[in-house]
């Protein structure tokens, strides 16, 4: 079964909108953190949001929104306002078990979202 | 910026030669992963070192190998390069504060 299961390949949102890119996960584990990461043309993995298992808020940072909702195994970006420069791969990954200092920390990643911003 | 490196940039070789990538962190980033993208797809885990000893590794095979030095650079090996090893190869490092991979810009490897 796939950890990580995005069924969005690609969104269309309007320039200023907001768009939100779905991502359910499958773990067992009762510790885990939950990822966003970004991916331009160029290449570049950009760190966007992180949430924790444990975590009872809602991780933001920015325009970014994380909606987490565990019972459901869901962990949905939310991306408010969108400008030109958001149009990108969008990955949703996650990290099983407590990482501890030296822990194995693989990360696992969907297969991402094309978003592309419209003017 | 998350002050990751990779070199080189882009990198054609031919099936059955070796490669080796680079990557430099920053201080305090103990930890460092390599990951493999293929064409269309999302990262795969190919191992991860924590203070110059590899404690984690994904389904790849023994010709994949690296390094980590006590500069908080690291190295990934391939030998006998096969047609399918093409891909975007990518150098993430963790700090022991967080649990957050920061990625390099990557490094295209084609295999003619």
């Known amino acids: 079964a796939q950890k990580i299961t995005q069924t969005q390949p690609g969104m269309f949102v309007q320039e200023k909108e907001a768009v939100t890119l779905d991502c359910t996960y499958d773990?067992?584990?009762?510790?885990?953190?939950l990822f966003w990461y970004k991916q331009p043309s160029s290449g570049e993995m950009i760190f966007l949001i992180y949430?924790?298992?444990?975590?009872?808020q809602n991780a933001t940072e920015g325009r970014y929104s994380l909606n987490f909702q565990k019972a459901r195994k869901s962990a949905n970006l939310v991306i408010s306002a969108s400008q030109l420069g958001d149009s990108a791969m969008y990955f949703c990954?996650?990290?099983?078990?407590?990482?501890?200092?030296?822990?194995?920390?693989?990360?696992?990643f969907g297969k991402g979202t094309r978003l592309s911003v419209i003017a | 910026e998350t002050g990751v490196t990779q070199s080189p940039t882009h990198l054609i070789k031919t099936r059955g030669q070796q490669v080796t990538l680079r990557c430099s962190s920053q201080?305090?980033?103990?930890?460092v992963s390599w990951y493999q993208q293929a064409l269309g797809q999302g990262p795969q885990f190919i191992f991860q070192?924590?203070?110059?000893?590899?404690?984690g590794r994904g389904n790849f095979p023994p010709r994949f190998s690296g390094l980590q030095f006590p500069n908080y650079s690291s190295e990934l090996n391939v030998n006998a390069l096969e047609l399918d090893d093409s891909a975007l190869y990518l150098c993430?490092?963790?700090?022991?504060?967080?649990?957050?991979?920061?990625f390099g810009p990557g490094t295209r490897l084609t295999v003619l």
């Open positions: 993430a490092s963790r700090p022991a504060t967080t649990d957050t991979q920061y």
């Open positions: 773990t067992s584990d009762q510790s885990y953190g």
């Open positions: 949430q924790g298992s444990y975590d009872e």
């Open positions: 990954a996650m990290r099983e078990g407590r990482p501890g200092l030296s822990g194995n920390t693989p990360l696992v």
């Open positions: 201080s305090g980033h103990n930890t």
């Open positions: 070192y924590y203070r110059e000893e590899e404690n």
